[in-house]
């Protein structure tokens, strides 16, 4: 897990804050993506890039964007969080040849 | 479309016996799909995977999973659980295709009593 890495690993916020969680990966694949994990629901995808150029969103976009800097980052914004965007938040990466991701430890995202 | 039903929220074993978690999966295709277990505080693990090739697919950690077509089943099992196999486990499922979107069942978590 350590070639894809999130930080914060922890961020307390206040509603209407804009909050920024930024990925970063050494694997050299060209897709990554954003994941939210909720108690009883799973993972669920918010936004994919296949590379630098090409973004797509996901299931559950709506009040989120993101921004792919380099192959290598990929950062989710919260324009202005809100209570129920309080979950678990997961970066992973995969080569296009192969279905298997990699994940990064999560950033646990608070908004009171 | 593509679906996963984990069959159960919980599961308790003592260490020393047997593992069963129960998936069951919804695909229009033959799909791909994988177990990834999560620990306290820890990201997703790839725990194995069945991507078309043979049925019994054998992972890290002594686990192993069988792809049943007729039952659209793949159950993950391990013969003796320990201690550190607590956790919580997830059945995901991926359409052939290339896009490689991943979908997730709802988790199961493993409880290990001495």
């Known amino acids: 897990d350590a070639d894809v890495t999130q930080t914060p690993r922890n961020r307390i916020t206040k509603t209407g804050k804009r909050i920024m969680l930024e990925c970063s990966q050494t694997?050299?694949?060209?897709?990554m993506y954003w994941y939210r994990q909720d108690p009883g629901l799973g993972l669920r995808l918010i936004y994919y890039?296949?590379?630098?150029?090409?973004?797509n969103k996901g299931e559950i976009s709506d009040g989120y964007s993101v921004s792919r800097q380099a192959q290598a980052k990929f950062s989710l914004s919260l324009e202005s969080a809100i209570p129920n965007q309080t979950a678990l938040y997961f970066c992973?990466?995969?080569?296009?040849?192969?279905?298997?991701?990699?994940f990064g430890p999560g950033t646990r995202l608070t908004v009171l | 479309a593509q679906s996963v039903t984990q069959l159960d929220s919980h599961v308790s074993v003592s260490e020393g016996t047997p593992v069963l978690l129960r998936c069951n999966y919804s695909?229009?295709?033959?799909?791909?799909l994988f177990w990834y277990v999560q620990h306290p505080n820890k990201g997703l693990q790839l725990l194995l995977k069945?991507?078309?090739?043979?049925?019994l697919v054998k992972g890290i950690n002594g686990f192993e999973a069988e792809f049943k077509k007729s039952e659209t089943s793949f159950h993950l099992t391990k013969p003796s659980a320990h201690m550190s196999d607590a956790a919580e486990y997830f059945c995901?499922?991926?359409?052939?295709?290339?896009?490689?979107?991943?979908?997730f069942g709802t988790g199961t978590r493993l409880l290990v009593s001495p």
């Open positions: 992973a990466t995969s080569e296009p040849r192969y279905n298997e991701q990699f």
């Open positions: 694997k050299g694949h060209d897709r």
């Open positions: 890039s296949f590379d630098v150029k090409d973004i």
């Open positions: 695909s229009s295709y033959s799909p791909s």
């Open positions: 069945y991507t078309s090739a043979a049925t």
């Open positions: 995901v499922v991926s359409p052939p295709g290339y896009f490689q979107k991943l979908v």
